[in-house]
């Protein structure tokens, strides 16, 4: 797998115990653990101890990632996942906060009225409520997707499935989640699906 030759010398000096190749490697990718977390978690705390608890693991495990197996972002996001769902057991949490994942790079049109915009949040409060709805491993396949913008081999690879089980759980959440939003939410759920389709 490809992936930027800094994150490849970060990794080297991981594994030779330089201190600041840790933290250089934490910065890089802490944010979107944490993203993926929070998505999942719903929960800011949590979040954060879920991203502290898959670094720790991740670093004392370095030595076990094979760049030519998968990227290490993918590796990452496959632990903090696992470490989510270990979550869902202990805790007994609502499992995804995709909608304020989803919205927050959705801006709305300038031009837009004060009735558009109440119709807009009548449509993500639909969408929030279509989304709890969805199985975990759907919700999660959404997150991935459209929270994190992985492609559908990725998704394969953080979740551990065929790429073409990753296809069919967003094609089931398209699905799902089309019918649950009848007719109200139908162009809102389009439009995020063509930013990434």
């Not at 977390?37 to 720790?56: G, I, P, R, W």
């Not at 057991?89 to 801006?107: F, G, K, M």
């Not at 993500?124 to 081999?153: D, F, I, M, N």
């Amino acid at each position: 797998m490809t992936q930027p030759p800094e994150t490849d010398a970060l990794i080297a000096g991981c594994l030779k115990g330089d201190e600041a190749s840790f933290a250089a490697l934490y910065d890089r990718f802490a944010p979107s653990i944490y993203r993926l977390c929070y998505s999942l978690l719903m929960n800011h705390q949590d979040a954060e101890d879920v991203t502290q608890e898959a670094f720790v693991y991740a670093f004392r495990n370095l030595w076990r990632y094979d760049a030519a197996r998968s990227a290490f972002k993918t590796w990452l996001y496959t632990i903090a996942l696992s470490r989510c769902r270990n979550a869902y057991r202990r805790w007994h949490l609502p499992q995804l906060n995709v909608l304020q994942l989803l919205t927050a790079d959705i801006a709305a049109p300038r031009s837009e009225m004060p009735e558009s915009s109440l119709a807009r949040a009548d449509v993500k409060a639909a969408l929030e409520q279509a989304l709890s709805a969805l199985s975990p491993c759907l919700r999660e396949a959404v997150t991935l997707r459209y929270g994190l913008g992985l492609t559908y081999r990725e998704i394969a690879e953080v979740v551990g499935c065929p790429q073409k089980t990753a296809e069919s759980r967003i094609r089931l959440a398209h699905e799902r989640l089309r019918k649950l939003l009848q007719p109200a939410g139908q162009s809102l759920l389009d439009e995020w699906v063509k930013v990434f389709d």
